[in-house]
């Protein structure tokens, strides 16, 4: 029998179609039925992105602020040389990163390109370099270095008179968006933060407007408008395609589910809503202040782990300075990081010639205790490099056992797991064994192995903080799946 079902989403998100084939008779590869809810195209590739950086830079660079107040003469405004996108993306490329968003206009409503939404942008900025076009640089210059880019607009504005009426929204927000928008028909996300008003300017008012962010923005139009430029443009936040992880420290739950809400997520969770994390790579604000110091490759490494590696995706504060630039000493701890990626786990990363770390599964026999039947669901194709393909197990397994064997011992620390989510999020728990014989097995890692998702980084030792020990001598590694919410399925392994 054939049913079609329709997942409930929100409003404006597109809604999953699918199909409930008991007897299959139009199935022959056996596929497995996806397990609710499932992401939209968009968010899959949105989660491909991993790890990106955040450029907060604008007003507040040359105020010495976080939260300007909206009064802000446009004169402060005043680089003092030529802010240079191109080296803001080149250098987080060289850390890994595959994208990026561009603060262009924070809550004090400066803008960083030429509205026709307000007098308040950079066209009345001071000095030889206020009028540099920051969201069109941005766009050029990761378009030319082949990264991911979008921006984050600030929908709270405390220099509009207009904030807090409907003409906010339509005549200034909604328009903004759109014009950020026509920057990139191919942007990945647009960042919001929580905006529910507060304290400011707003066009000489001088009060305090509060609003309901849930209703104010017209989101749904928002979504849809800003869709029908930028189809693959994932609207965090208040846009409701991607959620905040629920703190600012860079981690995420050691279990995190892409449904529900903040580190942990939540099983039952009846839309795909999976979580960013926010973090600093500085010691002190989100913006550029002078003496400031970068945090160390090694923290940053371990941030890596507990976000990327937690079906987290990772977003790295690296602000630019007065001059629009990232400083040295970010530049060079963001290399220093690409190169412990690029030798630890195995990542290309821009810029690196040396040979990264070996991927052991890509050389092991790989056996399972079940291969689903019909189609192709062999153990092996964990580690054909194709996310399209994967292992999986029959419909009434909800556990099984992929099993690693190498002629000679090899030197292990970490494990990579992926699930095929376009199937939905399945995996609640499992144990990663090892053995030097080939006969006696050791658990490794205990207490940490529950959620995979898109990607989930083990640390063999646990440690996050001192990942890069001396590792594990294993003939054997014997990953198994012990409980699922459907049979598991499992796309990729790498083995570093
Ligand atoms: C928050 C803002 O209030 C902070 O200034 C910063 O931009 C952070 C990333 O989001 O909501």
């Known amino acids: ?107 004090d409503g400066f803008c960083l390109w030429p509205t026709s939404t307000t007098e308040h942008n950079i066209t009345k900025g001071s000095g030889a370099y206020h009028n540099t076009n920051i969201a069109d640089e941005f766009a050029k210059a990761s378009k030319k270095h082949k990264m991911k880019y979008g921006f984050y607009v600030s929908p709270w504005d405390c220099n509009s008179i207009h904030y807090g009426t409907d003409k906010y929204v339509t005549d200034v927000f909604l328009k903004q968006c759109e014009e950020l928008a026509t920057y990139g028909s191919d942007q990945f996300e647009m960042w919001f933060d929580g905006a529910n008003g507060g304290k400011g300017y707003y066009g ?58 903040r580190e942990s997520g939540d099983i039952n969770g009846w839309y795909w809503h999976p979580g960013e994390s926010d973090a600093k790579a500085t010691s002190g604000g989100w913006f550029w202040h002078s003496g400031e110091t970068m945090k160390s490759s090694d923290l940053l490494f371990k941030t890596y782990l507990e976000t990327v590696g937690r079906n987290a995706t990772f977003i790295l504060n690296c602000p630019p300075n007065n001059y629009g630039i990232l400083p040295d000493a970010t530049v060079n701890e963001l290399k220093a990081l690409g190169q412990k990626l690029h030798d630890r786990l195995g990542l290309d990363v821009y ?30 194709l964990v580690a054909d490099g194709n996310k399209d393909t994967y292992w999986a197990v029959n419909d009434e397994s909800h556990t099984g056992e992929i099993t690693f064997e190498w002629d000679a011992q090899k030197t292990i620390r970490y494990v990579v797991l992926q699930e095929p989510i376009r199937l939905g999020q399945r995996v609640k728990d499992f144990k990663i064994e090892y053995s030097t014989d080939g006969n006696s097995w050791t658990e490794l890692a205990s207490g940490i192995t529950t959620t995979i998702g898109y990607k ?17 001598k294993a003939k054997k590694l014997r990953i198994s799946i012990t409980d699922s919410r459907a049979c598991p399925l499992i796309s990729n392994i790498n083995i570093f």
């Open 1 to 107: 029998m054939l049913a079609l079902l329709c997942g409930l989403l929100p409003m404006g998100m597109s809604a999953q179609t699918f199909e409930m084939n008991d007897e299959a008779p139009n199935n022959p590869n056996n596929e497995p039925r996806p397990c609710h809810p499932v992401p939209s195209e968009r968010q899959i590739l949105w989660n491909e992105t991993e790890f990106y950086a955040f450029y907060h830079y604008g007003m507040n660079t040359f105020t010495g602020k976080e939260w300007g107040n909206g009064d802000e003469q446009e004169s402060l405004y005043n680089p003092l040389g030529k802010p240079d996108p191109e080296q803001w993306v080149t250098s987080v490329k060289a850390a890994g990163m595959r994208g990026g968003i561009a603060v262009v206009k924070h809550h």
């Open 204 to 261: 000489g008012r001088n009060t305090n407007v509060s609003v309901d962010a849930s209703i104010y923005y017209d989101i749904p139009n928002l979504r849809a408008k800003v869709h029908t430029i930028a189809p693959n443009c994932v609207m965090w936040g208040v846009g409701n395609e991607a959620r905040w992880i629920g703190n600012e420290a860079g981690y995420s739950g050691v279990t995190c589910w892409a449904m529900g809400d």
């Open 351 to 380: 810029g690196i010639t040396t040979p990264g770390a070996t991927d052991y599964a890509k050389t092991a026999t790989i056996t399972a205790n079940e291969e689903r039947t019909g189609g192709n669901y062999q153990a092996s």
């Open 456 to 472: 989930r980084i083990i640390p063999l030792n646990g440690d996050t903080a001192n990942s890069y020990g001396t590792g594990y």
